[in-house]
């Protein structure tokens, strides 16, 4: 879906200023984490602000120049199945953020 450049570019900030905290784990004064941080917050902002109006194609595009940048991804599935984890300071699945046994229920998706 074509989005305007500049668009793509604020909707990026929005996110990294929403995420960007100290609870976050982006804490100036926390100088062994901080750099790690910031890039990490930064990466998950570029991926679900700019890399969200691109085809299934252009995500597999991204996927991969994202992991030529950041090599910590995992492997399993693409850049867009994973969130930070502020504890770990690590990429972990979204699906662990489900309670176990979740299912989707079409239903929800009817009007």
């Known amino acids: 879906m074509p989005i305007a450049e500049l668009n793509g570019i604020k909707s990026m900030c929005n996110l ?3 995420f960007g905290t ?4 982006i804490d100036p004064h926390g100088e062994e984490f901080f750099s790690r941080m910031i890039e990490m917050w930064f990466l998950f902002c570029v991926i679900w602000s700019i890399g969200s109006s691109v085809d299934e194609d252009g995500r597999k ?5 994202i992991r ?3 090599g910590t991804f ?5 850049v867009y199945e ?3 984890d502020t504890k ?6 979204w699906e ?4 176990a046994g979740w299912k989707y229920n079409p239903e929800y998706g009817k009007n």
């Open 74 to 78: 995992p492997n399993k599935d693409t």
């Open 88 to 93: 770990q300071r690590t990429w972990v699945q």
């Open 22 to 25: 100290k609870e976050n784990g």
């Open 68 to 70: 030529e940048l950041e």
């Open 16 to 18: 990294f200023d929403s």
């Open 96 to 99: 662990e953020k489900l309670r």
């Open 82 to 84: 994973y969130y930070v």
């Open 61 to 65: 595009r991204l996927d991969a120049y």
